[in-house]
């Protein structure tokens, strides 16, 4: 029983650590995006996003 806690664990901590580099990535493309339509003028200059 000892072991599948273990194995439920490093599941668990590799799944949020995968979380937490998609997360970092999504922001950082969700700011080029932004960028790109502030260029295009698609949004306005001084949209700031929350």
């Known amino acids: 029983m000892e072991n599948s806690g273990f194995i439920f664990g490093i ?3 590799s ?3 995968m ?3 998609f ?3 999504s922001l950082s493309r969700l700011d ?3 960028k790109k339509l502030k260029e ?3 949004l ?3 949209f700031k996003s929350s």
């Open 11 to 13: 599941m668990g901590m």
């Open 40 to 42: 295009l003028d698609v």
């Open 32 to 34: 080029k995006l932004e």
């Open 44 to 46: 306005n200059k001084d």
């Open 23 to 25: 997360g970092i990535i």
């Open 15 to 17: 799944m949020g650590t």
């Open 19 to 21: 979380g937490l580099v």
